[in-house]
């Protein structure tokens, strides 16, 4: 069984709705209700911020500083993790607009980067914005896709910025009439190499959870059968070096098509995550709202156990008002397999009652007016 990472301690300064806030944790699952507006999810997002990218909300970072406050956020928490115990602090310093970076420090020292976090904890998550992931934007089902591989492939947000960077100075190129074949053909090699990389990573991970939801034996929520399209379909089994000289020569061969188009009209950004309810042999897209939830429910739940299953360590686990359209057997059937997975979860609701069938697996903490009390 995967060993437990968990929380002891979180406290934060001037975030969001919270001038000062601090819960004292016992490693027990975590449970936050209150009135709408209260304050629940800003919880949940700065615990978000104990892993690498902008958190669950994907927030302007200055935004996330309370209203008035003179200074930028904090957030520092003490965790059980992979590492062992340690004491990690993020936070911005004053200042304006999308320049601004997060700083880390992992027990006083300042790290080199955000990705230092994934040495000590996973953390996935599930909100009630991403119940239109299957409706929505190809974009939006991209961004969730990556979001599965960084936690198991650190490298892969490196990858994918390094790819958007490239393939902007590619455009710019092409948008300016600026067709010099060795500038271009030195961007297009870095793109070619960083895009096949990251389709790769991407299929890896799809394998890895289509192998573990054929030995997941019987749960409550329905089973994803997940595939991509919309680059290199169904080519990926072919040597790496063959695929990116094929993306080279799509490259190639478009500029004349992209520089018209004023973009790239192949590579990994044009991908799409498909989603089917096995059972019903149906899209998700065409499912019901509340099979929709499940499917994802499902999916969310099955990478969580992949991650335990990779690494060693259970993740913790964000659940935003997970249990609002559930009925009670559905909620109960919930919990035992979040219980299961062996981490520490946090979960929201306005409702206590709703998450009774935890009983004293969690710990209950009520949020109201920028305060939390027992």
Same mark, same amino acid.
């Given at each position: 069984? %995967?060993? @437990?990472?968990?929380?002891?301690?979180?406290?934060?300064?001037?975030?969001?709705?919270?001038?000062?806030?601090?819960?004292?944790?016992?490693?027990?699952?975590?449970?936050?209700?209150? &009135?709408? $507006?209260?304050? @629940?999810?800003?919880?949940?997002?700065?615990?978000?911020?104990?892993?690498?990218?902008? $958190?669950?909300?994907?927030?302007? #970072?200055?935004?996330?500083?309370?209203?008035?406050?003179?200074?930028?956020?904090?957030?520092?928490?003490?965790?059980?993790?992979?590492?062992?115990?340690?004491?990690?602090?993020?936070?911005?310093?004053?200042? &304006?607009?999308?320049?601004?970076?997060?700083? #880390?420090?992992?027990?006083?020292?300042?790290?080199?980067?955000? /990705?230092?976090?994934?040495?000590?904890?996973?953390?996935?998550?599930?909100?009630? %914005?991403?119940?239109?992931?299957?409706?929505?934007?190809?974009?939006? *089902?991209?961004?969730?896709?990556?979001?599965?591989?960084?936690?198991?492939?650190?490298?892969?947000?490196?990858?994918?910025?390094?790819?958007?960077?490239?393939?902007?100075?590619?455009?710019?190129?092409?948008? /300016?009439?600026?067709?010099?074949?060795?500038?271009?053909?030195?961007?297009?090699?870095?793109?070619?190499?960083?895009?096949?990389?990251?389709?790769?990573?991407?299929?890896?991970?799809?394998?890895?959870?289509?192998?573990?939801?054929?030995?997941?034996?019987?749960?409550?929520?329905?089973?994803?059968?997940?595939?991509? /399209?919309?680059?290199?379909?169904?080519?990926?089994?072919?040597?790496?070096?063959?695929?990116?000289?094929?993306?080279?020569?799509?490259?190639?061969?478009?500029?004349?098509?992209?520089? =018209?188009?004023?973009?790239?009209?192949? $590579?990994?950004?044009?991908?799409?995550?498909?989603?089917?309810? *096995?059972?019903?042999?149906? &899209?998700?897209?065409?499912?019901?709202?509340?099979?929709?939830?499940?499917?994802?429910?499902?999916?969310?739940?099955?990478?969580?156990?992949?991650?335990?299953?990779?690494?060693?360590? =259970?993740?913790?686990?964000?659940?935003? &008002?997970?249990?609002?359209?559930?009925?009670?057997?559905? *909620?109960?059937?919930?919990?035992?397999?979040?219980?299961?997975? $062996?981490?520490?979860?946090?979960?929201?609701?306005?409702? *206590?009652?709703?998450?009774?069938?935890?009983?004293?697996? =969690?710990?209950?903490?009520?949020?109201?007016?920028?305060?939390?009390?027992?």
């Amino acid at each position: 069984m %995967a060993q @437990k990472t968990s929380l002891s301690r979180l406290k934060l300064t001037d975030f969001r709705n919270y001038a000062e806030a601090a819960l004292s944790l016992d490693g027990r699952h975590v449970v936050l209700t209150g &009135e709408n $507006g209260a304050g @629940k999810t800003n919880l949940l997002e700065a615990v978000s911020f104990l892993s690498p990218g902008r $958190g669950l909300r994907r927030a302007v #970072l200055s935004d996330v500083t309370r209203v008035g406050a003179a200074a930028g956020f904090t957030i520092f928490a003490d965790v059980d993790g992979m590492d062992g115990e340690v004491s990690i602090g993020t936070g911005i310093e004053p200042g &304006e607009g999308e320049s601004v970076t997060r700083k #880390l420090r992992i027990n006083g020292t300042p790290a080199r980067s955000t /990705e230092e976090l994934t040495d000590h904890l996973s953390v996935l998550w599930l909100t009630p %914005a991403m119940d239109g992931l299957f409706t929505g934007a190809s974009s939006d *089902r991209r961004r969730f896709l990556d979001r599965l591989v960084l936690s198991l492939d650190p490298a892969h947000g490196r990858r994918a910025s390094d790819f958007e960077r490239a393939m902007r100075s590619r455009n710019r190129l092409l948008s /300016e009439g600026r067709f010099d074949p060795s500038w271009l053909s030195a961007i297009e090699a870095q793109m070619a190499g960083l895009g096949i990389a990251m389709a790769a990573a991407r299929q890896e991970m799809l394998g890895l959870l289509r192998a573990l939801s054929g030995n997941s034996g019987e749960t409550p929520f329905p089973t994803p059968v997940l595939t991509l /399209e919309g680059f290199m379909d169904g080519a990926m089994d072919r040597p790496a070096a063959d695929l990116e000289e094929d993306y080279l020569d799509m490259l190639r061969n478009g500029r004349g098509r992209d520089a =018209a188009a004023g973009r790239t009209l192949d $590579g990994p950004h044009r991908t799409d995550l498909l989603v089917r309810h *096995r059972e019903k042999d149906m &899209e998700a897209a065409r499912c019901s709202t509340g099979e929709q939830k499940a499917l994802l429910i499902g999916l969310v739940l099955a990478h969580a156990r992949l991650t335990a299953d990779m690494t060693g360590y =259970a993740p913790i686990l964000l659940l935003d &008002e997970i249990a609002a359209h559930l009925d009670e057997g559905r *909620r109960a059937a919930l919990f035992d397999l979040v219980h299961g997975l $062996g981490g520490q979860s946090f979960m929201t609701g306005t409702d *206590r009652a709703m998450f009774s069938a935890l009983a004293d697996r =969690a710990q209950f903490f009520t949020v109201a007016h920028g305060g939390i009390s027992v």
